[in-house]
């Protein structure tokens, strides 16, 4: 499709797609839209083109806390932590009260070696919402790699798994954490529930990867069955 003006002050956008038809959106509507498509573009593995689409959205949106929260993940898993960290605290500023851009930021001072200062930023995510997925499991993850704490960052996982059963991330990270603790059964399950969920999906790659590395580990007689 094409024809698509992103500015939010024009009430109407017209779309016109390959066969000739159009529909009308308001401005608001073609981003949320754009921004939808953007994630399942990034949860695929086209990162470029998903990283491309929240640009935009940012420029013609620049209010809007959650496109500046998406495009400062994206910074980070592109280790751009400059622009992610940018990205973090414009999402804040517009809305301080919400979870995943505290998690953002955490990932963004993480990643720049500002361990003290994520650390802050991942617990202000979980205290605004203790049952926030996302917020959850970016604090396991990082108690799992800064701090060496397996059977926190396992609590957290649990817990995030409940609230959100058809995360890959989460499943993944939940086998991290138990293959830390040598619980090596229930750390391969883990890896094939996060490859099952969508085998399809950008995450597949990490489960399967961490798998096959824990099958080396053990060695050819080994089995989780």
């Not at 695929?44 to 959205?57: A, D, M, P, V």
């Not at 959850?136 to 609230?163: C, D, N, V, W």
């Amino acid at each position: 499709m094409h024809d698509q003006n992103l500015n939010r002050s024009a009430p109407i956008v017209t779309v016109t797609y390959a066969d000739g038809s159009t529909r009308e959106f308001s401005a608001s509507q073609l981003a949320g839209l754009l921004h939808k498509q953007a994630i399942a573009l990034l949860e695929t593995g086209q990162i470029e083109t998903g990283r491309e689409i929240l640009e935009l959205l940012a420029k013609g949106s620049p209010d809007d806390a959650e496109i500046w929260t998406s495009l400062g993940e994206v910074y980070c898993f592109c280790d751009q932590a400059e622009q992610a960290l940018q990205c973090a605290h414009r999402a804040i500023e517009l809305r301080p009260d919400q979870p995943k851009s505290w998690a953002v930021l955490g990932l963004a001072l993480s990643r720049s070696g500002q361990a003290a200062p994520a650390l802050a930023a991942f617990q202000k995510a979980v205290a605004l919402d203790q049952e926030h997925p996302y917020a959850l499991r970016a604090l396991a993850a990082f108690l799992m790699e800064y701090k060496g704490s397996p059977t926190e960052a396992e609590h957290l996982l649990r817990q995030a798994i409940r609230l959100d059963p058809k995360s890959q991330p989460g499943w993944t990270l939940l086998g991290m954490a138990l293959e830390r603790q040598a619980e090596f059964k229930d750390a391969d399950r883990a890896y094939l529930k996060a490859i099952a969920i969508n085998p399809r999906s950008a995450y597949v790659e990490a489960a399967q990867g961490l798998r096959a590395q824990l099958a080396q580990r053990l060695g050819p007689d080994w089995s989780s069955n």
